[in-house]
């Protein structure tokens, strides 16, 4: 339950501390007081939508801090421990600032929180009922969850069972999808694959060999010039007469015949004397190279063929034999990929009829627990619209299919059914869409009904109602205050009323006014006592003039609680 609320700086409220109690609180005062600006205070501390529209003009923030009961909830519990928030068994925080520029910061027990982590921890804390807020009913999608909540004891294990297959079922056919969209894709791609690496396999790449082919090409196609070369080199040191080895040893014979007269000259000698050695190794170096020297077009016509294998390889897979090998051992990596790792369309198949059937079978059992809690759920409703004279009405849950009709064509994550309320708000009408026929009062009426029945299961530790009573008077009012108030025996219930019938039967009574301090409109609450309480009521019956009337009718309502 809510303990505590503060609020700074948000719409007209400047500054204000709250303290709330259990049981049922009323909150009155006149209109535009900011008895509903209370109570968005309090939505958005559950994970409402903030605006920088709530901030009060002139300041930078607004502020809002809630401190409430902890919940005896394993789930809550759970859920903070998986989000590393602190907590403890008797007090829960909730902080909220909202920025001129919209900005949000939220916290819980002092961690900083997500707004959609804020809005899961709400849901826990607050349930808030406006004018509107019958809508739910007004939306036929919404019926279904409504009849699940009311038989959760029965319904929510075959529904989780249900959904377990069906979050399966969805991503397989998602996956089954994808294949057959993609499948030529994959196919092609396949081929591709394939293709590039069976023609880089089939080359038997060495990393080093384009650059030995290229000098053993070069060497090939100068064999004559070579062959000249070596043989007018060996003819000029070796053969003729006189040749220059023959020349060279003649001269170095003269100079080492005066090598002992000056220094100059035994350098000179040693000089000669290893250039005509040094002659004598390059001529045979020569020898033997003219020796091996012999041409072949085949292998020459083999190394251009190896070549421009190369060169064509090169240009489709990279700019070196090493980045072709490269690209090679990728490519065999994503086609093992492809062809090993993702499922055939013949394996997602079968999953899907098998899933199919489990859906097929789940749904069933569930659909057959929904008609069963459906019949309690008419009769609950019904005793709760008669309290509230709407004991004409009938109220019926109606399945669109028979259970034998069921069909996985209808699957989605609630189940096989589809289901609707419909009511017949006439005796001898035939019963219609509620969706269609309802009116806002009865509608209102509905709502209670259902929140009657669902209070002490819920396990919301607060319910708040934002003037649903709008509309209605007399002994149907009194019956919405007793509705209310009976709700407020298994949750703290807070209520915004304009009837005095609902006033009267609060435990607590808040009243919101107005003033204007410094220019500036400012709202302030006060908790009333049982005097105040007398008078304000007085004043819903009659209006701003409080008659002895009123003050005795006022009396009465109280003295009856």
């Not at 804020?118 to 004018?131: A, F, N, R, S």
């Not at 091996?292 to 251009?304: H, K, M, S, T, V």
Request: aromatic content about 6%; glycine content about 4%.
């Amino acid at each position: 339950m809510l303990l505590e609320l503060r609020i700074h700086d948000f719409a007209i409220i400047e500054d204000i501390s709250l303290e709330f109690h259990h049981g049922m609180t009323v909150l009155t005062g006149e209109t535009g007081a900011g008895k509903s600006i209370i109570i968005d205070a309090v939505g958005l501390l559950a994970g409402g939508r903030g605006s920088s529209d709530y901030v009060r003009h002139g300041s930078k923030k607004c502020v809002l801090e809630g401190h409430f009961e902890m919940p005896k909830s394993k789930r809550l519990k759970a859920l903070f421990e998986s989000e590393s928030i602190d907590y403890d068994s008797e007090l829960l925080m909730i902080q909220r600032e909202i920025y001129e520029n919209g900005r949000s910061v939220c916290r819980v027990n002092g961690s900083l929180v997500t707004i959609s982590l804020l809005k899961e921890v709400g849901t826990y804390l607050i349930d808030i009922h406006g004018q509107n807020e019958h809508q739910e009913l007004m939306e036929s999608e919404n019926h279904i969850s409504l009849l699940d909540y009311f038989g959760q004891e029965n319904i929510h294990p075959l529904l989780e069972s249900y959904q377990e297959d069906y979050i399966v079922y969805r991503e397989t056919l998602k996956r089954f999808n994808a294949w057959q969209d993609k499948e030529q894709e994959m196919a092609q791609k396949i081929d591709i694959l394939r293709f590039q690496t069976n023609e880089i396999a089939e080359a038997n790449l060495i990393p080093d060999e384009e650059v030995e082919l290229e000098e053993e090409e070069r060497r090939l196609a100068n064999y004559q010039t070579i062959t000249t070369a070596l043989t007018t080199s060996y003819q000029v040191l070796q053969e003729i007469e006189p040749n220059a080895l023959e020349l060279t040893g003649k001269a170095m014979d003269a100079m080492e015949s005066v090598a002992d007269v000056d220094q100059n000259l035994a350098a000179i000698s040693s000089t000669l004397n290893n250039a005509f050695y040094e002659l004598q190794e390059v001529a045979s170096e020569i020898y033997h190279e003219l020796d091996r020297q012999e041409f072949d077009e085949e292998r020459l016509n083999e190394i251009a063929s190896r070549l421009n294998l190369i060169q064509q390889l090169k240009r489709k897979y990279g700019a070196s034999i090493p980045e072709i090998l490269e690209y090679y051992e990728t490519s065999i990596e994503e086609l093992n990929t492809i062809e090993n790792n993702s499922e055939s369309k013949t394996e997602l198949s079968e999953k899907i009829a098998r899933l199919e059937k489990s859906l097929q079978e789940k749904g069933r059992l569930l659909s057959e627990a929904r008609r069963k809690i459906a019949k309690l759920l008419e009769k609950d409703i019904q005793e709760q619209l008669k309290e509230l004279y709407m004991d004409k009405v009938l109220f019926n849950v109606r399945f669109k299919h028979a259970i034998d009709d069921l069909s996985i064509q209808s699957a989605n994550r609630y189940g096989l059914d589809d289901i609707e309320f419909f009511i017949s708000t006439n005796p001898g009408e035939p019963e219609k869409q509620l969706t269609k026929i309802a009116s806002g009062g009865e509608l209102s009426r509905m709502m209670l009904a259902i929140k009657t029945i669902f209070a002490k299961s819920q396990g919301i530790t607060s319910i708040i109602f934002d003037e649903i009573d709008t509309g209605v008077s007399g002994r149907v009012a009194q019956a919405i205050a007793e509705k209310i108030h009976s709700i407020s025996e298994y949750s703290q219930v807070l209520c915004i009323t304009h009837l005095p019938q609902v006033a009267a039967t609060a435990d607590n009574h808040l009243y919101v006014k107005k003033a204007i301090i410094e220019d500036r409109t400012s709202t302030a609450a006060v908790i009333l006592t049982e005097e105040e309480r007398v008078e304000e009521i007085a004043r819903m019956l009659s209006g701003n003039q409080i008659t002895n009337a009123a003050l005795q009718a006022a009396e009465e309502l109280r003295s009856n609680v």
